[in-house]
């Protein structure tokens, strides 16, 4: 069983063994591991005596909330399932009604352009034409679809991210591409 923490003096010099301390509050781990100097392996093997005992504990407060919170999520979830039921007809109505005003709107804007005679190559923008609806507004966004890849100049292509990941994971420091830097960052895993 483990003993519980106490927090030493300010002065005293802090000891990395899970024995000798354990929190009193989780509040206080925050302090108490800015204050852990490593220097050396065997403060390196009490350090990680301490982390898998904290691993522990976290074990514990997780497992201490699993069923509040898994019974919580099933009623959200449960909730959640009613309201997209009873929502879903009101949903299908909203986007015919929307899709049919768009297609009129698009349609009456290029009917009002046609009739237009003064619209000419060198006009910086078709006038703007107004709706006579009160609580409805129409914003004109453009959409785009990529029809040939090829020929997409270079500033509009991505770099094949897994492509890269997949070259730097086998071959680490040693992987050489144009334009990409390979650098160490580790990872720490503790076993409990």
Do not use: C
Not at 18 to 44: A, E, R, S, Y
Request: glycine share 2%; net charge positive; proline share 5%.
């Amino acid at each position: 069983m483990k003993v519980p923490y106490k927090m030493e003096p300010q002065s005293a010099m802090v000891p990395l063994d899970h024995t000798q301390f354990v929190v009193g509050h989780p509040d206080q781990i925050k302090g108490l591991v800015l204050k852990i100097q490593i220097k050396n392996q065997v403060d390196l093997v009490r350090t990680e005596s301490l982390l898998v005992n904290l691993m522990t504990d976290k074990k514990m407060v997780e497992k201490k909330f699993e069923e509040p919170v898994k019974q919580a999520n099933k009623v959200h979830k449960d909730l959640t399932a009613e309201r997209k039921d009873t929502l879903k007809n009101y949903e299908m109505a909203e986007k015919l009604i929307k899709g049919k005003m768009k297609e009129f709107h698009i349609e009456s804007d290029r009917k009002a352009l046609e009739e237009l005679s003064e619209v000419t190559i060198t006009s910086l923008a078709p006038p703007e034409l107004r709706s006579k609806l009160k609580h409805t507004t129409f914003v004109t966004k453009y959409k785009f679809e990529v029809t040939d890849p090829d020929k997409l100049p270079a500033e509009y292509l991505t770099p094949d991210l897994e492509k890269i990941s997949r070259k730097v994971n086998a071959m680490g420091e040693m992987a050489k591409i144009k334009g990409v830097t390979v650098y160490r960052d580790d990872e720490v895993r503790v076993r409990t």
